[in-house]
């Protein structure tokens, strides 16, 4: 079973950046898929971005240009780089991983979640 441990969340002011990190064990996870979500306080999860085993990569709307993910296989994480934040991007930040190369709606694993503040 793969754990995923996530890091770098904190308090940032607007326009301020963070870089999150998403750690594996228990496992390699470097022909999975794998992402980040976030929940605001009230509102549903929903999708940040995504990169395949083949580092091919997706972002929601609000992360475009803003947002960059990428990951290292050798050392089994996966970051967010987080640029221009807003308060809107106050939220839980989750690191996701799939069982499998390509993940679009299914994902097998999930972190615990890093908190995610930004000041106006």
């Known amino acids: 079973q793969v754990q995923l441990v996530e890091s770098g969340g904190g308090l940032v002011q607007a326009g301020g950046s963070l870089r999150l990190s998403c750690a594996a064990s228990?496992?390699?996870?470097?022909?999975?898929?794998m992402g980040w979500f976030r929940q605001a306080s009230g509102k549903q999860r929903e999708l940040v971005a995504r990169?395949?085993?083949?580092?091919?990569?997706y972002y929601a709307d609000f992360a475009k240009g803003r947002f960059i993910i990428s990951r290292d296989n050798a050392k089994n994480t996966v970051t967010l780089q987080m640029n221009n934040l807003k308060p809107e991007d106050t939220a839980v930040y989750y690191c996701?991983?799939?069982?499998?190369?390509?993940?679009?709606?299914?994902?097998?694993?999930w972190g615990q979640g890093t908190q995610v503040t930004v000041s106006s």
């Open positions: 996701v991983a799939s069982k499998y190369g390509v993940a679009v709606n299914s994902w097998d694993y």
């Open positions: 990169i395949s085993s083949g580092r091919s990569t």
């Open positions: 228990r496992g390699t996870v470097s022909s999975s898929a």
